[in-house]
């Protein structure tokens, strides 16, 4: 018998999720600390090479190498969460804190700008879901890709001028 959500404690807080993974063995070298710190504070989603320049200039002596192989850590240690962000930018991935509250992320295909959606839909979501299935979740990462309103009229206008190109 699947146990109704209801009658479920709130699922833990993303800080709450973050300081366990903590415990689970990510010490938090000054290096670690230096990039969690630069991803929590910008509240951006930076890739890997941003975040490199912006660590060289906290400390000049870190190297490339160190950075990348820290934000794995701290991706295997719960701590960040990696982002293809609908492979706007190629390959590159991005990284955002765990200690942020859950969001989906709106990802307009044409500018490739990114928006946050918090709300309690995602919660009730995640609720359906471990219902549904009996599943515990532990991560959820939602995507959702369109156009911006800006894009939108652009491409209208372009669809425009191709329909006015074809006419005799
Ligand atoms: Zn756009
Ligand atoms: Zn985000």
Do not use: W
Not at 31 to 58: F, M, N, S
Not at 64 to 83: A, F, M, S, W
């Amino acid at each position: 018998m699947a146990a109704s959500s209801s009658s479920r404690s709130r699922p833990p807080s993303r800080t709450a999720l973050a300081e366990q993974s903590a415990g689970r063995g990510v010490r938090l070298t000054r290096q670690r600390k230096i990039l969690l710190d630069l991803i929590d504070k910008t509240g951006q989603h930076l890739d890997a090479e941003r975040l490199y320049q912006l660590a060289k200039e906290k400390d000049p002596k870190l190297n490339r190498v160190t950075v990348y192989r820290t934000l794995k850590l701290l991706k295997e240690g719960g701590l960040v969460d990696e982002l293809d962000l609908m492979h706007q930018a190629g390959e590159q991935h991005f990284y955002e804190t765990r200690r942020k509250q859950e969001h989906a992320h709106v990802i307009c295909l044409g500018c490739g700008k990114v928006e946050e959606f918090f709300g309690e839909p995602l919660q009730r979501l995640r609720k359906q879901i471990e219902a549904h299935f009996g599943f515990e979740i532990v991560l959820a990462r939602t995507e959702v890709g369109g156009y911006c309103s800006h894009c939108q009229s652009l491409r209208a206008q372009e669809l425009e001028k191709a329909a006015a190109a074809a006419r005799p």
